[in-house]
Antibody
Framework: DVQLLESGGGLVQPGGSLRLSCAAS????????MNWVRQVPGKGLEWVSG????????YYADSVKGRFTISRDNSKNTLYVQMNSLKDEDTAIYYC???????????WGQGTLVTVSS | QSVLTQAPSASGTPGQRVTISCSGS????????VSWYQQLPGTAPKLLVY???QRPSGVPDRFSGSKSGTSASLAISGLQSEDEADYYC??????????FGGGTRLTVL
């Protein structure tokens, strides 16, 4: 079975940094594009960032461009997102997910909560 | 404001057929395939439909998707109480962004 396990969430002050990780298993990680999606509790889904299977292509929502960096280590089956200059509005549950759009495989982790607050 | 537009709510009675619509533009739905996700309360989303009308294994055939032009629809037939959830459409956009609809909360009366 496909498993995606996020970690690294927590409380951080505005302007601070946090790195989220997503450990993948149960599928050929190096063959699948990956994504980060966030959700403010009680609100809708917001796509944050995506990365191609080999890491050569990276994509960002305008709301995080220049502040977040997505990366992956295919030798460790792990997806990352480095989040810098965090703002109050970045507070959300962050999900990692496999390919979500074209030819979607659509597997999701359980999410990790990021709270940005002083 | 979401790039893809969905009605915020829908409802039906057990056994009924309901349809959830998703409206986009030429740069997203008009040029790319549509996926649909179901999110039960307190859980992560789950893929229901991909490539406009394909179901992953394990998804009941009560769920069906379609696309026409810049709009897409998810139909649920034989509505059951466990179908009460939030439903999201999703597509890639030519701006190299993923886009979701705002979500439709389905209530089974």
């Amino acid at each position: 079975d496909v498993q995606l396990l996020e970690s690294g969430g927590g409380l951080v002050q505005p302007g601070g940094s946090l790195r989220l990780s997503c450990a993948a298993s149960g599928f050929t990680f190096s063959s699948d594009a990956m994504n980060w999606v966030r959700q403010v509790p009680g609100k809708g889904l917001e796509w944050v960032s995506g990365i191609s299977d080999n890491g050569a292509g990276t994509y960002y929502a305008d709301s995080v461009k220049g502040r977040f960096t997505i990366s992956r280590d295919n030798s460790k089956n792990t997806l990352y997102v480095q989040m810098n200059s965090l703002k109050d509005e970045d507070t959300a549950i962050y999900y990692c997910a496999t390919k979500l759009f074209e030819e979607a495989s659509g597997h999701w982790g359980q999410g990790t909560l990021v709270t940005v607050s002083s | 404001q979401s790039v893809l537009t969905q009605a915020p709510s829908a409802s039906g009675t057990p056994g009924q057929r309901v349809t959830i619509s998703c409206s986009g533009s030429n740069s997203n739905i008009g040029s790319h395939t549509v996926s649909w996700y179901q999110q039960l309360p307190g859980t992560a989303p789950k893929l229901l439909v991909y490539n406009n009308n394909q179901r992953p294994s394990g998804v009941p055939d009560r769920f069906s998707g379609s696309k026409s032009g810049t709009s897409a629809s998810l139909a649920i037939s034989g509505l059951q109480s466990e179908d009460e959830a939030d439903y999201y459409c999703a597509a890639w956009d030519d701006s190299l962004n993923g886009v979701f609809g705002g979500g439709t909360r389905l209530t089974v009366l």
